[in-house]
């Protein structure tokens, strides 16, 4: 049992170290418990019963962990480049993420910015790659702010 349990510990701490256990959903929850449970009736000298929360919970994760690694069916073809968008673009874009105007002022830019990284900051609970993009979006709409107002 001590064996099991250091495994179990183990594979939570590789869990936690890849970042897999970074944001858990409520069936994500209640799958754990399904397993933990399963895995206390096994241990405890009735495997039947308990095999049947542990091969549920195992069913669950196996399915979701196929649905994030299927690849996306409109793949471009190989040999076909991206195409970067228009810079007209990116500030559209830029300006919706921030929820802004294209015309708002660098200190809106900079307070919707705040608002924002507040709530995706990874300290928070967020991702990187979102706070890396709503970064991208205040450098995007300060530029275009910086540059429309060389140009009057």
């Known amino acids: 049992m001590a064996i099991f349990a250091m495994l179990l510990m183990g594979l939570a701490g590789w869990l936690i170290w890849t970042g897999r256990l970074q944001r858990m ?14 895995a206390v009736l096994a241990a405890k000298g009735k495997p039947v019963i308990g095999a049947l929360p542990l091969i549920l919970s195992a069913g669950y994760f196996a399915l979701r962990i196929r649905r ?3 690849p996306l069916s409109r793949a471009p073809k190989s040999g076909t480049k991206p195409v970067p ?20 002022d660098a ?9 924002l990284i507040a709530s995706v900051h990874p300290d928070r609970g967020g991702t990187e790659a979102l706070a890396a993009k709503i970064n991208a979006a205040r450098d ?11 140009s009057r």
């Open 85 to 104: 968008p228009a810079p007209n673009d990116a500030v559209a874009e830029a300006s919706a993420l921030l929820g802004l105007p294209r015309d708002a």
């Open 25 to 38: 959903s409520g069936k994500d929850g209640m799958a754990l418990g399904l397993a933990i449970v399963g």
């Open 107 to 115: 200190d809106a830019i900079r307070a919707a910015h705040r608002r």
């Open 140 to 150: 995007t709409l300060l530029q275009h702010h910086e540059n429309a107002k060389g």
């Open 68 to 70: 994030k690694t299927r």
